[in-house]
């Protein structure tokens, strides 16, 4: 069975500073690894994923995130916060079969 | 092209009664998803189909919940008897084939609530 934990609930930073957003994941098999944005009332949108090809992973809207095998982590960033980021952060996880098993989720606010 | 729809994108229902939940997959696409969003257990599976395979139901929370895929597109998900604990934003997903790396995309989901 495969899950993942993101750590923090809740991350308020000023526009412009770093976006740091923690996922853990555990799997009995080798993982594939998603996040997901979500804005209010919208459905979930792909942000990037990681399948092997490279342990860091660029996606959309200037985020990335590095696949770490010793720490099992695959954490978010982006260096320099913007407004639109507002949103809710999923880190999701599938491993030997099709299903997403999805974190809590992170709340990213950005003071202006 | 089209993302994936649903609808209706707000449900109000009361509690015993029955409700149908519609889902237009991406065009091409043999797989799809079924997810639930509530505030108490966060994100989770429910159901799956692959082309004429059977589905795979193993998330489904109970026999109150059923849903079928008609030709290989559009799905419904049907809750019979309404509870309150089934008030959630159920999202619809597919993606290409279903594979274990591809990317699932999501519907805007239907806003569930019983009274």
């Known amino acids: 069975a495969q899950s993942v934990t993101q750590l923090g609930s809740h991350v308020s930073v000023s526009e412009g500073a770093l976006v740091l957003l923690r996922c853990n994941y555990s799997?009995?098999?080798?993982?594939?690894l998603f996040w997901y944005v979500q804005y209010p009332n919208q459905g979930l949108q792909l942000l990037l994923k990681?399948?092997?090809?490279?342990?860091l992973v660029k996606g959309i809207n200037g985020f990335e995130a590095e696949f770490k095998k010793s720490e099992t982590s695959f954490h978010l960033t982006k260096p320099s916060a913007h407004m639109s980021d507002a949103a809710e952060y999923f880190c999701a996880v599938t491993g030997g079969d099709y299903k997403l098993s999805f974190g809590a989720g992170t709340t990213v606010t950005v003071r202006a | 092209g089209a993302g994936v729809s649903q609808s209706p994108s707000n449900k109000v229902t009361e509690k015993g009664k029955d409700v149908e939940l519609r889902c237009d997959p991406i065009s091409g696409h043999t797989a799809l998803y079924w997810y639930r969003q509530s505030l108490g257990q966060g994100l989770e599976f429910l159901i799956y189909f692959q082309g004429n395979s059977a589905p795979d139901k193993s998330g489904l929370p109970s026999d109150r919940f059923s849903a079928e895929r008609t030709g290989g597109s559009v799905s419904t998900l049907t809750i019979q008897r309404t509870q309150q604990e089934d008030s959630a934003v159920y999202l619809c997903?597919?993606?290409?084939?279903?594979?274990?790396?591809?990317?699932?995309?999501f519907g805007p989901g239907t806003r569930l609530l019983v009274l």
């Open positions: 997903a597919s993606s290409f084939r279903g594979g274990e790396q591809e990317t699932q995309y």
């Open positions: 990681y399948t092997s090809a490279a342990t």
């Open positions: 799997s009995s098999v080798p993982p594939y």
